[in-house]
């Protein structure tokens, strides 16, 4: 019997990419389909794919994905089969598993309480240890009282890892280095887990020296099997956050995935579980992969984002598997059938700037273009026209290549997202393409401090001003400038037959004196210089040298007539200078005015009107997709004005603080 006859309809309890991934399979095997979504994703290209789709609530995730009641509600009045929860939102809830029982639907997953016994790091550790597996030292108890932790901090010895019990994807994860800030980082973590889990509570452990971050995805069923399908490496990390992932992990022995893979195996077995999930693993790093250097962290108990490396190593369809787990079938093969063929590499496309911490970017996306060719895979849930909203994931797209070897699969990597385009939010696309070819990521060792020692080489700090990136918008400018003048003046003939189009060409003939071209790039008013020679024009930057043979810069039309020149991963707003637009407290010389970088929420506020403040102090914290971000003082002086109170939303560039003399 087939998967569709035994599950002819599924719920995607999710959004966005995974959405869109797991639809794909699930048509392709003939089940109807049926999507969820909130106000903020009425038009996206999920819900466009889907059979069918039904609102659950607001933006806010709380009230939409993450409001169980009424996705169960929509499931049963949908006459949905079973629920895929994804990955993130409600995949990891054991009460929302359970529930879905008693109202007749499967929920593709592991029972609940193989989520239960894992969800919880502190237990999912005690547990796994009893199994035999190792475990990295530290606290994993129930106290929770800030100085016990500091002494429990104090007695494992610094540099530790506050991580969130409850967590996942970096959220709720600070690495703290000296005991003076402990406090601070405790705070941080406590209210990133709250905010994203419900749950603030943490456990401290020992930070591995030179760790490399290696994951075994495991795969059982309800007759009892489990396999693993070989691992992944996911050292390339951001704030605990994986950037590149690839399959199998370098440097990987025979021995060392086969005790890997036994640890990982028993850790499933010890819970009972079925479907996909993922034992992670922190090895010391310093002197290559070993069996005795590896020790558990934590298992997650649902498909994983990096999960297309997998597939593309060993032909198997992830999506697919879990739905014929979920259907009561057996996996149908065994270890010794588990096969990798060349090597795979990921790389996660978001909507933030490097060039500013990374903070994340919100914003229309005026021009999006993936690219094909031998080897090459592009998972993503956006198309032209939507937008990157405040509210969720900021990711736009997954690129993967696979290859017969790592180099050759990193040169596809690269030249792929060398023919990825994206205007609009800012991108971490440049950063991307430099850390594909960093010369310590492909010939190694790395660890995941790689990208924190490299960010300067990385490009992930303020840039000069992409001189070619201007001078061709501002070339695009000003031929719609004169095209516009000719349009109007053809409004004024009386009555004349008049083609613009011929006028502009003839115009564009005639002597033209040089001209100055005020422009607004990226914030900042720039004047360029347009000089037409013969055979065309050129443009000029004061200090900022340009590139003649320059071909590389596309072009894409924004808002409110401004251009983005997109250069080598990088793009640049440019427009015409509107007097009216300009930032008179930038433009006052006003320095003191701290705005909001991105949309968020303001979660705390530490000074007030009248308090003196120092450069670099802390005076506010705004929280955008459920990581938090720190805004300082720029420079010594007093508080004059604070906007907003803790709880209120922020608009990007809005004032929060202003610091007088």
Known sequence: MSIAAKLPSILIANRGEIACRV???????????????????????????????????????????????????????????CIHPGYGFLSENAEFAEACAPAGIIFVGPPASAIRAMGLKDAAKALVEKAGVPVVPGYHGAEQEAGFLRGEARRIGYPVLIKAVAGGGGKGMKKVDRPED????????????????????????KYVLSPRHVEIQVFGDSHGNVVHLYERDCSLQRRHQTVIEEAPAPGMSDEVRAAMGRAATEAARAVGYVGAGTVEFI??????????????????????????????????????????????????FTQADVQAKGHAVEARLYAEDPEKGFLPSTGKLWA???????????DSGV??????????????AKVIAHGPTRDEALDRLLAALSETVVAGPRTNLAFLKKLAQAEGFRKGP?????????????????????????????????????????????ERADGEAFSPWLDSDAFSLMPRP???????????????????????????????????????????????????????????????LDPFGVDLDAAAGRGGVVKAPMHGKLVALFVQPGDAVAKGQRLAIVEAMKMEHVLTAPRDGTVSEVVGAPGAQVAEGAKVVVIGE
């Open 23 to 81: 639809i794909r399979t699930a048509k392709r095997l003939g089940l109807r389909t049926i999507a969820v979504h909130s106000d903020a994703d009425a038009e996206a290209l999920f819900v466009q794919m889907a059979d069918e789709a039904w609102r659950i609530g607001p933006a806010p995730a709380r009230e939409s994905y993450l409001d169980a009641e009424t996705i169960l509600a929509v499931a049963r009045e949908s006459g949905a089969a």
């Open 182 to 205: 402990f406090d601070e980082a405790l705070a941080s973590a406590q209210r990133e887990a709250a905010s994203a889990f419900g749950d603030a509570r943490v456990l401290v452990e």
């Open 283 to 332: 090895a010391d790093g310093r002197d290559g992969l070993k069996p005795d250097g590896f020790w558990f962290m934590e298992m997650n108990t649902r498909l994983q984002v990096e999960h297309p490396v997998t597939e593309a190593i060993t032909g198997l369809d992830l999506v697919e598997l879990q739905l014929k787990v979920a259907a009561g079938e057996p996996l149908g």
């Open 368 to 378: 999006l273009q993936f690219p094909g060719g031998e080897g090459i895979r592009v």
């Open 383 to 396: 198309e032209a026209g939507d937008t990157v909203t405040p509210f969720y994931d900021p990711m736009i």
């Open 446 to 490: 790395f660890d995941t401090g790689f990208i924190e020692r490299n960010m300067s080489a990385l490009g992930a700090e303020p840039q000069p001003l992409d001189a070619a990136a201007v001078a061709a918008a501002a070339l695009q400018l000003e031929e719609e400038r004169q095209l516009d003048g000719v349009m109007r003046a053809a």
């Open 514 to 576: 040089p001209l100055g071209l005020p422009l607004m790039v990226d914030g900042e008013r720039v004047e360029a210089r347009i000089e037409w020679r013969e055979g065309g024009a050129r443009v000029t930057l004061p200090g900022h040298a340009i590139d003649e043979g320059e071909h590389e810069v596309a072009l894409a039309q924004g808002e409110g007539g401004a251009w983005y020149g997109l250069h080598r991963g990088r793009q640049t707003a440019v427009a015409l």
